[in-house]
Structures are given as C-alpha cells and as structure tokens.
C-alpha cells in the first residue's frame, strides 16, 4: 500500500470515518485550505466532518508523515550499513509508532563507547555468541582461549564478564524485549513519590504517594512533575523486575540444561537493571507526560473557546473598572461601538480612602455618560471594588447594574505594542480599564488582543510543550472567530488575522485599505486590498460580513462561489434578495422541504447540503450566533463568604474547568469548587463533558472554609 494511502486508512481508522472522507480531507488540506474553509465549504466532499475532527486529522496527518519520513531515512540508514534484509523492511513499515519505530533502529544506531563496543574491540564477540549458542561447551574452560595481555582480555573472568557485556547490550538493543518489557513496565509499574525536603509544600500530599503508571491522571502527573522540578519531590517508576528478569530468561536460556545458563541469567539481569530500566522509565515518563500534556491542552482548548463564545451584552455603554489598591481604581467609560468617553480614576479600596469622594466621581461619570453596566476587573482588589460598587448602585436613581469580568491577560495586552498603538494617550492602567469594558461588550473581539496563552483558563501551562501550546490555542481563537463571523468594517487587525486565509500583514493591508477608502461596500472590494489574492479571498469571504453593503448576501455566511446559486433558489422559491433584507424569509425551510433537494442540486449545480446551509444562512442574516447563549448575570448587590451557609441556592458563571471539577463565580470574591463528583448524578468522564467556560449554571453551597477560602459547591438534585 503507497504511504498516502496506508495514512488516509490509518486516519480513517483513528478516527472513526469512511476512508473517501480522509482521502478527500487531505486532497483538501494539502490545496491549502484552511480548516475552517474545509468545515464550512466543503461539506460535500468531507461528509460534514467538524472543525474538531479536522484539526485532529491535520494534527495525526503531520505525525504520520513525519512517521513516514523516519521510516524511508531508517532504511537508508540501515541499507548504508549493509544490514538492511527484508525482515527489517517489513518491520519498519509495519511500525505505527515512533516509539516503535526507534526500537528497531536501536540496534543500528551509531553507539557511543560502550561496555560491550570496548569487549567486541577484544575480539570477544565469538564468545559471546558460543555462550548464547547453549551448546553445552565448557565456557569457563573456552574462555581461556580468549586471554591476550595485549589488548584483549587479562583472563578467562574479564574474558567472560565481556562476553557477558555484549549479551547484555544485544538484549537491550532487541525491539521484541524493549516493546514487551515496556507493555509489562505500563501495565504493572507505580509511579512513586517521596518528600525531597523536610518542609511543608502545596505538594506535601505526595510526600508518600504511589498509583499504578497505567491509571495516574494527567493533572496528578502534571503536579507531580512539577513538584520533582521544583525540588520538593523525587519520583521515580517502580516495577517488580523479578518478573521481567523471568521473562527475559524464558525467552533467552535453552530448556536444556547447559553451562552456559547461568551467565545469560547474570546477563539478562544486568541488561534490565543497567540498560532498559532506566532507559524505559525515561521513555514512559515522557510518553506520559506527553499525553497529560496533550490532555490538558484539550481541556485549556475548550476552556478558551467557552470563554471566547460567551455572549456579548451589545447595545450597552459600558464602565470598565480596573481595581487596585494603593495607585486606585482606573476607570473608563466605552460606549455601544467600543469607542471610549470618559476615563478617570478613584481610590476606594483602603481604610484611609476617601470613598464618599470617589462615589461622587463615579456617580458624576455614570450620569454624564448615562452608564448601564459597570464592569469590574476580577484581579487584586476586586472584592472591596465589588462592594463600593454595590453600595454606590444602591444609592442611585437610575438603573445601573454591575458584572464580574475575567480579566486574565487584561495586565499583559495594556502593556503591550498593540494597546500602544491603539491608545497612544493612555497609560498601561486606564488601556487595561478599556479592555475590561470591551471584553463585556464584545469578549471574542477583545480577547483576540492577547496571547492565549496569557488567557489563565488551563492548568499546568506553563509546564505545556509551548510550541504545541501555542498552536493548539491558535487553532481554537481562529474556530471561534470563524464560528462567528467579523465585520469586515469594524474588525481590528488583531481579529481579521484569525479569519481563515487572512494573516497579521494581509489583516492589517485590509484596515489601512479600510482607512483610506472607506468601508467596504462588497465582499469582492477585498480583492483589492494588496497581498489579498484570489486563494485568499477563497478562504476568507465567507466569513467577513458587510451589515449595510451594497449586496445583501455579503451580510450572511452565504460564500461569494454560491452566490449565483442562491440568487436561483431564491427565485424558485419564490423570493428575491429584498425579502433576505427584509427578514421575510422566514419560511424558507418550510418551501425547501415541498421540492425535491436533489432536482435541485442538479439544476443549481451545488450539492444538498450546500443547499440547506444557504437557506439557514439566509434565515439567520446578520445573527451574532453567541446572543442564543444565556446572557451573562449582572448584579445588583454583593455577597461575601460570611454570607453562605451549607444549602443555601445560587445562580453562577463557570469560570475555569479542569481535570477534577469546575471554579464557579457565585459573587463572592473566591470562585467555589464544584468537585467532579458533585456534577451530576451520573458517571461522566471528565467535567468537559458537562461544563464550559461561560456556562450559567445553579449549585447548592455544601461546605464553606473561610480560614482556607474554600466553598464546596454541588449541582446534583438541583
């Protein structure tokens, strides 16, 4: 089977589709088409397949190729050695992993100065070879044939201890033993921990700690990890090796009584103990590291992606509030676009502030700008800005209400060369005020501003592979932003770049076109934008809208290459492109079902599907997809830990979602914790298969630990 085709079967395999849909997946990949493009668009030729299960092909795509790559130079490399038979071939080519793959290499791979390279340099590879032959031959009394003061081996023991050196090594170098003895190391191994220092730690639980290697969960890895690299732990990977040694020696010492026996025992136990324990420990512990890593990702991945998709309160002019202690409270008032009004800043957190003063800033700055929610940073200081907040609302006549915003990564983009750019007369702190203000209005356009990887909705990550980490999150901004659309009249840069086909140099070529020509009145104005050619527009038009263009169409997910197609189903159907404006296509789908999809496929020339997705898009023109989602809560009063008691109902924001549970927002300043146990009433594997980040959720207070600021919560018979 050619290599493409053995990958396209493998992929197909793994992840449970029908071969044509993998081969025409990677036909796709490889025109150079993005994965939003492919998820959206050609859903003809990938049977639907998902975003997700896109991303994860492109991912298993890139491994397997690099596989195949390995493969063709371990066959050079072998071939260039004269070793290469077509036993080896067939094992290479038959390997799936790299693992694997390197198991077989081992033994022709360059060695350095070795034990057994120093005895074969004495000529006692022959020796070796008559002890594994267990032919009954005296070897104590043959080894004597191998003495040579000059440069061979002083006498008959060193003779035989080399021997013994090279077996030793060639059982280490064999792939059969390496696989199995790492099968037997997984499936019977403990990873133990022990304390490295005589004091307390956040890692004192694993100061005496075993569980099996085959059932430690990525995030207790992950800490446990990160405890052996701060010093406070020594962990290593225990197995019975008397098992192992057995195995070897079952394998390896004839049934037949021979003197030899009894040294490829000694052998075989020196191979383990010396050779491939250690070497095997090491390459579990990166196997298993390299999959909580990847575990975690995952869950970071969709922690983003829920708080990214979190509705935006559109229509609102927003006060950002960006708490602090002793510098004060930055403050800035955005209106319903983004665009900022009025920014000051007030100090009311500390004892000795004056707060009856600051009321009156803040309460002067709500009128003159006729505020309606005032977002509140949820960093250093937030809970006593929550409650001069509350107090403050309390007091006034109109209705203004309030919301605890993440501010994750607030601190990093205020700081940053593109907040320079984009407020120039600000200072770090009031940029950072603006953000939490936007972040409500419109939280994926204003978190597109920072490096995912400063979003803190994960775990461990800086312990992540950070290439990895940083394409993986990539890819789940760009879902997000493609999920949802952009308004090519409006969109920052840092939001254009996450459109399939756009990069930071085309997004930015697109605003400075938008500057200096105005706004764009159709999507094929794009081709004008310098650096933006026709691959580009391919990939990118779909997903840019124009709310008050020249063309209608342009203002739904409707791609240009279907707009003639459209424009004909519109006619059949009894509607023209002023009814699409209009929103008096309500019933589309309605008409679509009393005609036949395949005549219609036929004479409109798109497929069926393609066919649906055009009258959903026509139905929901110019629709932000996230304003279904439940509205953030927004807050009136406060509550602070001294207020909960065991039972007590509330109303909360997921906040972060991880291996073992959820944080959740029930407006105090600390999240609680609802423990993955206390989800539901049935067995789930991991809280991501429930909860979100974003999700408006009800749990009961079970427990509260003000010394230790911890709130146990429960969603079960709520």
């Given at each position: 089977m050619e290599p493409q085709n053995k990958i396209s079967a493998q992929l197909a395999k793994e992840l449970s589709i029908a071969g044509w849909q993998a081969e025409n997946a990677i036909e796709l990949i490889d025109e150079g088409n993005t994965i939003p493009f492919i998820a959206r668009y050609r859903k003809e030729r990938t049977g639907s397949l998902s975003d997700d299960i896109l991303r994860e092909l492109f991912d298993r795509l890139n491994y397997l190729r690099s596989l195949e790559s390995r493969k063709e130079e371990i066959i050079r490399l072998i071939d260039e050695q004269d070793k290469l038979t077509d036993e080896i071939s067939k094992l290479v080519s038959a390997a799936i992993t790299l693992s694997e793959l390197e198991d077989i290499y081992r033994p022709y791979r360059p060695k350095r100065r070795t034990r057994a390279?120093?005895?074969?340099?004495?000529?006692?590879?022959?020796?070796?070879?008559?002890?594994?032959a267990q032919n009954g031959t005296d070897i104590s009394k043959t080894a004597e044939e191998y003495i040579n003061p000059e440069g061979g081996a002083a006498d008959a023991d060193e003779a035989i201890h080399g021997a013994m050196d090279i077996i030793a090594e060639n059982i280490s170098d064999s792939a059969e033993f390496r696989g199995k003895i790492r099968s037997m190391t997984f499936e019977n191994g403990m990873v133990e921990t022990k304390a490295a220092k005589d004091e307390d730690s956040v890692y004192s639980q694993y100061y005496d700690y075993a569980e099996p290697v085959s059932k430690i969960p990525p995030h207790r890895l992950l800490a446990v990890n990160r405890g052996e690299k701060e010093g406070y732990l020594s962990v290593k990977l225990d197995v019975d090796p008397e098992q192992i040694i057995k195995y070897l020696c079952r394998k390896l010492v004839s049934k037949k009584p021979s003197p030899a026996a009894e040294y490829i025992k000694l052998a075989a136990e020196d191979s383990y103990k010396r050779l491939i324990a250690p070497s095997i420990e090491t390459e579990i512990r990166n196997s298993l590291t390299e999959s909580a890593q990847e575990a975690s990702i995952k869950i970071f991945g969709k922690n983003l992606s829920g708080l990214l998709l979190q509705p935006p309160i559109k229509g609102r002019i927003v006060l950002g509030l960006d708490p602090g202690y002793r510098t004060g409270c930055k403050i800035a008032v955005v209106d319903e676009t983004g665009k900022v009004l009025?920014?000051?800043i007030i100090y009311c957190t500390l004892p000795n502030h004056d707060k009856e003063k600051?009321?009156?800033i803040l309460?002067?700055?709500i009128k003159r700008n006729h505020v309606e929610v005032i977002s509140i940073g949820n960093g250093t200081a937030s809970k006593e800005s929550e409650i001069f907040v509350a107090e403050l609302i309390g007091e006034l006549d109109e209705k203004v209400y309030y919301v605890m915003t993440n501010e994750a990564g607030a601190s990093v983009y205020s700081a940053s060369k593109l907040a320079a750019e984009e407020f120039p007369q600000y200072d770090v702190a009031l940029r950072s005020a603006v953000s939490i203000a936007r972040r409500l209005q419109?939280?994926?356009?204003?978190?597109v501003k920072?490096?995912?990887?400063?979003?803190?909705?994960?775990?461990y990550q800086h312990d992540m592979n950070q290439k990895r980490l940083g394409e993986a999150l990539g890819g789940v901004v760009e879902s997000c932003v493609n999920s949802v659309g952009v308004d090519l009249n409006t969109a920052s840069p840092s939001l254009l770049s996450y459109v399939a086909g756009i990069n930071k140099t085309v997004a930015k070529n697109i605003t400075a076109y938008r500057e200096a020509n105005g706004k764009f009145k159709t999507r094929r104005e794009l081709l004008k934008v310098p650096k933006l050619g026709a691959k580009a527009f391919e990939q990118c038009a779909g997903f840019l809208r124009i709310p008050d263009g020249d063309n209608v169409l342009d203002n739904t997910s409707v791609h240009p290459e279907s707009y003639k197609a459209t424009e004909e189903l519109l006619k059949i159907l009894g509607y023209t492109k002023d009814d699409v404006a209009d929103g008096a296509v309500s019933?589309?789908?309605?008409r679509l079902k009393d005609m036949s999809v395949r005549e219609l496929s036929d004479k409109l020339g798109v497929g069926g599907i393609t066919i649906v997705d055009i009258a959903d898009s026509l139905l929901k023109r110019g629709r932000d997809p996230r304003e279904e989602?439940?509205?953030?809560?927004?807050?009136?009063?406060?509550?602070?830990?001294e207020d909960l008691k065991p039972g007590m109902t509330l109303k909360g924001t997921v906040r972060n979602v991880i291996d073992f549970g959820a944080f959740v927002d029930i407006g105090v300043h600390q999240d609680g914790l609802v423990h993955i146990s206390q989800i539901c009433d049935r067995y789930i594997k991991h809280p991501t298969d429930v909860l979100s980040v974003g999700d408006q959720i009800t749990v009961r207070v079970l427990d509260v630990d003000v010394s230790k600021k911890r709130i146990s919560l429960t969603m079960k018979g709520i």
């Amino acid at each position: 089977m050619e290599p493409q085709n053995k990958i396209s079967a493998q992929l197909a395999k793994e992840l449970s589709i029908a071969g044509w849909q993998a081969e025409n997946a990677i036909e796709l990949i490889d025109e150079g088409n993005t994965i939003p493009f492919i998820a959206r668009y050609r859903k003809e030729r990938t049977g639907s397949l998902s975003d997700d299960i896109l991303r994860e092909l492109f991912d298993r795509l890139n491994y397997l190729r690099s596989l195949e790559s390995r493969k063709e130079e371990i066959i050079r490399l072998i071939d260039e050695q004269d070793k290469l038979t077509d036993e080896i071939s067939k094992l290479v080519s038959a390997a799936i992993t790299l693992s694997e793959l390197e198991d077989i290499y081992r033994p022709y791979r360059p060695k350095r100065r070795t034990r057994a390279t120093i005895a074969k340099e004495k000529g006692l590879e022959p020796l070796a070879e008559l002890i594994m032959a267990q032919n009954g031959t005296d070897i104590s009394k043959t080894a004597e044939e191998y003495i040579n003061p000059e440069g061979g081996a002083a006498d008959a023991d060193e003779a035989i201890h080399g021997a013994m050196d090279i077996i030793a090594e060639n059982i280490s170098d064999s792939a059969e033993f390496r696989g199995k003895i790492r099968s037997m190391t997984f499936e019977n191994g403990m990873v133990e921990t022990k304390a490295a220092k005589d004091e307390d730690s956040v890692y004192s639980q694993y100061y005496d700690y075993a569980e099996p290697v085959s059932k430690i969960p990525p995030h207790r890895l992950l800490a446990v990890n990160r405890g052996e690299k701060e010093g406070y732990l020594s962990v290593k990977l225990d197995v019975d090796p008397e098992q192992i040694i057995k195995y070897l020696c079952r394998k390896l010492v004839s049934k037949k009584p021979s003197p030899a026996a009894e040294y490829i025992k000694l052998a075989a136990e020196d191979s383990y103990k010396r050779l491939i324990a250690p070497s095997i420990e090491t390459e579990i512990r990166n196997s298993l590291t390299e999959s909580a890593q990847e575990a975690s990702i995952k869950i970071f991945g969709k922690n983003l992606s829920g708080l990214l998709l979190q509705p935006p309160i559109k229509g609102r002019i927003v006060l950002g509030l960006d708490p602090g202690y002793r510098t004060g409270c930055k403050i800035a008032v955005v209106d319903e676009t983004g665009k900022v009004l009025d920014t000051g800043i007030i100090y009311c957190t500390l004892p000795n502030h004056d707060k009856e003063k600051a009321k009156k800033i803040l309460n002067d700055m709500i009128k003159r700008n006729h505020v309606e929610v005032i977002s509140i940073g949820n960093g250093t200081a937030s809970k006593e800005s929550e409650i001069f907040v509350a107090e403050l609302i309390g007091e006034l006549d109109e209705k203004v209400y309030y919301v605890m915003t993440n501010e994750a990564g607030a601190s990093v983009y205020s700081a940053s060369k593109l907040a320079a750019e984009e407020f120039p007369q600000y200072d770090v702190a009031l940029r950072s005020a603006v953000s939490i203000a936007r972040r409500l209005q419109d939280p994926l356009a204003e978190l597109v501003k920072i490096d995912p990887k400063s979003i803190g909705v994960g775990q461990y990550q800086h312990d992540m592979n950070q290439k990895r980490l940083g394409e993986a999150l990539g890819g789940v901004v760009e879902s997000c932003v493609n999920s949802v659309g952009v308004d090519l009249n409006t969109a920052s840069p840092s939001l254009l770049s996450y459109v399939a086909g756009i990069n930071k140099t085309v997004a930015k070529n697109i605003t400075a076109y938008r500057e200096a020509n105005g706004k764009f009145k159709t999507r094929r104005e794009l081709l004008k934008v310098p650096k933006l050619g026709a691959k580009a527009f391919e990939q990118c038009a779909g997903f840019l809208r124009i709310p008050d263009g020249d063309n209608v169409l342009d203002n739904t997910s409707v791609h240009p290459e279907s707009y003639k197609a459209t424009e004909e189903l519109l006619k059949i159907l009894g509607y023209t492109k002023d009814d699409v404006a209009d929103g008096a296509v309500s019933d589309i789908k309605t008409r679509l079902k009393d005609m036949s999809v395949r005549e219609l496929s036929d004479k409109l020339g798109v497929g069926g599907i393609t066919i649906v997705d055009i009258a959903d898009s026509l139905l929901k023109r110019g629709r932000d997809p996230r304003e279904e989602l439940p509205q953030p809560v927004l807050r009136t009063d406060v509550l602070s830990m001294e207020d909960l008691k065991p039972g007590m109902t509330l109303k909360g924001t997921v906040r972060n979602v991880i291996d073992f549970g959820a944080f959740v927002d029930i407006g105090v300043h600390q999240d609680g914790l609802v423990h993955i146990s206390q989800i539901c009433d049935r067995y789930i594997k991991h809280p991501t298969d429930v909860l979100s980040v974003g999700d408006q959720i009800t749990v009961r207070v079970l427990d509260v630990d003000v010394s230790k600021k911890r709130i146990s919560l429960t969603m079960k018979g709520i």
